[in-house]
């Protein structure tokens, strides 16, 4: 069973529209989570921790269900700019972090 | 705003030669980390770095991998002996404090082509 699983996509939308992307963790131990966000070829890049609580940052909202081992990211008003592929990252025992293999999306003007 | 930095940005190398990463870490971070992309798939953990030594590594670090921090800015990452399948991106990320306590901030990376 894969650590973190995503539904790869691509996911295809219209600008102005809001996406979700779901993710699971097979570790109940999982300590930290976070949604990364990475470009063609480029570095993963931090786009939001997510708590228990929810939270929100802007356009984007996530939220984690421990008793499910669920975390989602939604995104709201969806711009050509958030074309970009998601990784949903959880962090278990020590400082590695344990990746899933990222969702893609696509936003169509 | 400070940033992770990783030279050279692709090399190109022959099966069984040895070859050295290079990561220079944002300057107050206590942290540090490899990883790899292997092309179309998911970044994996090699290896992370506090104190001056290693503090946790994957299966996939194995003896033909080491790392060192040899001066107070640089941090390496060396393959002895690279195969084909050593050919990824490979990430060098430093973050202030451990797990998830602080953001781990990740270099442009080196694409590494082994033929």
């Known amino acids: 069973r894969k650590e973190v699983e995503q539904d790869p996509g691509p996911f295809n939308v219209p600008e102005g529209a809001t996406v979700a992307f779901n993710c699971t963790y097979s570790n109940s131990a999982s300590q930290s989570f976070f949604w990364y966000r990475q470009d063609c070829r480029k570095e993963p890049k931090l786009l939001m921790s997510?708590?228990?609580s929810g939270n929100e940052d802007g356009r984007f909202t996530a939220q984690l269900n421990r008793a499910s081992q669920y975390i989602s990211l939604l995104i709201r008003d969806s711009k050509l700019s958030d074309s970009a592929t998601y990784l949903c990252v959880v962090t278990e025992y020590g400082n590695k972090l344990v990746f899933g293999a990222g969702t893609i999306l696509r936003v169509k003007s | 705003e400070p940033e992770v930095t990783q030279t050279p940005s692709h090399q190109v190398t022959q099966m069984g030669q040895e070859v050295i990463l290079r990561c220079v870490p944002i300057s107050n971070h206590l942290y540090f980390y490899w990883y790899r992309q292997i092309l179309g798939q998911k970044v994996e953990f090699l290896v992370s770095?506090?104190?001056?030594?290693?503090?946790?590594k994957s299966e996939i670090f194995d003896d033909q991998f080491s790392v060192e921090r040899p001066d107070g800015s640089n941090f390496t990452l060396k393959i002895r002996s690279t195969k084909l399948e050593d050919s990824a991106m490979y990430f060098c990320a430093s973050s202030l404090l451990a797990g998830g306590l602080s953001e781990q901030f990740f270099g442009p990376g080196t694409r590494l082509t082994v033929l």
């Open positions: 770095f506090y104190n001056n030594e290693i503090s946790e």
């Open positions: 997510v708590y228990s």
